[in-house]
T-cell receptor, first 113, second 111 residues
C-alpha cells in the first residue's frame, strides 16, 4: 500500500503570496493532521481533521486554513506569507484520530523569500 | 503544554544503552514516540495508551507512568542505525485529538 503522499516536494514563494499544500492519506485512513517543523525543532501542531471536520487547531494565525475532502485528502492553505513561514510542512494520517498511530508523509519544504 | 524531553542530546558508542525521558505537567491520554533522521519525515516507533503500559520494538522499548505524567524510551545495545532525533508526542486527556511534540533528543551512535 502507498504511504502518505504530499505535493509539492519543494516550493519557493515570496512574501505576501499564498500557498496550497496537498496531502493524500494512507488508504482507509480518515484522519489527517498538519504540522509545521522548523529546523532544529519538533513538529508544531497546526490542524487535525477527521471525517471532513476540524477536530483540533494549534496556535497559528488565521492566515492558516485547511480542509479535508470526501476522499479524505487534505489541503493546507497559507495566505499573506511571511519569512517566518519557511519550514517543512508535514502531513500525518491515522485511522481514527490524532491519538491513534500517525504516519507522516515526506513533507513539503516551503521557502519564503 | 509542550512536553519536556531530556536529555537534549546524547552520544553513544555502539552497544551502549540510552534512556530518553518525556514529561508533561498535565494528565496524559497517550504518548507517541518517533525517530527522525536528517532530511526525512518522522518514523513511528510506538504509542502508549495506558498508565504503566510498556511496549517493545526490537531493542527499543518504552514505558508510561500515568501518575507522574512521564514516559521513557529505552534503547538497548544501540546500533549505528539508531542515530537520529527522537521526539515524544503527547495527547492530553482534555484534548486527546491534539498531539503536541517535544523539542526532541538528538542521539548519535558512533563506532
Amino acid at each position: 500500500d502507498a504511504g502518505v503522499t504530499q505535493s509539492p516536494t519543494h516550493l519557493i514563494k515570496t512574501r505576501g503570496q499564498h500557498v496550497t499544500l496537498r496531502c493524500s492519506p494512507i488508504s482507509g485512513h480518515k484522519s489527517v493532521s498538519w504540522y509545521q517543523q522548523v529546523l532544529g525543532q519538533g513538529p508544531q501542531f497546526i490542524f487535525q481533521y477527521y471525517e471532513k471536520e476540524e477536530r483540533g487547531r494549534g496556535n497559528f494565525p488565521d492566515r492558516f486554513s485547511a480542509r479535508q475532502f470526501p476522499n479524505y485528502s487534505s489541503e493546507l492553505n497559507v495566505n499573506a506569507l511571511l519569512l517566518g513561514d519557511s519550514a517543512l510542512y508535514l502531513c500525518a494520517s491515522s485511522l481514527d484520530g490524532a491519538a491513534d498511530t500517525q504516519y507522516f508523509g515526506p513533507g513539503t519544504r516551503l521557502t519564503v523569500l | 503544554q509542550q512536553p519536556v524531553q531530556s536529555p537534549q542530546a546524547v552520544i553513544l558508542r555502539e552497544g551502549e544503552d540510552a534512556v530518553i525521558n518525556c514529561s508533561s505537567s498535565k494528565a496524559l491520554y497517550s504518548v507517541h514516540w518517533y525517530r527522525q533522521k536528517h532530511g526525512e519525515a518522522p518514523v513511528f516507533l510506538m504509542i502508549l495508551l495506558k498508565g504503566g503500559e510498556q511496549k517493545g520494538h526490537e531493542k527499543i522499548s518504552a514505558s508510561f507512568n500515568e501518575k507522574k505524567q512521564q514516559s521513557s524510551l529505552y534503547l538497548t545495545a544501540s546500533q549505528l542505525s539508531y542515530s537520529g532525533t527522537y521526539f515524544c508526542g503527547t495527547a492530553l486527556k482534555t484534548s486527546y485529538d491534539k498531539v503536541i511534540f517535544g523539542p526532541g533528543t538528538s542521539l548519535s551512535v558512533i563506532p
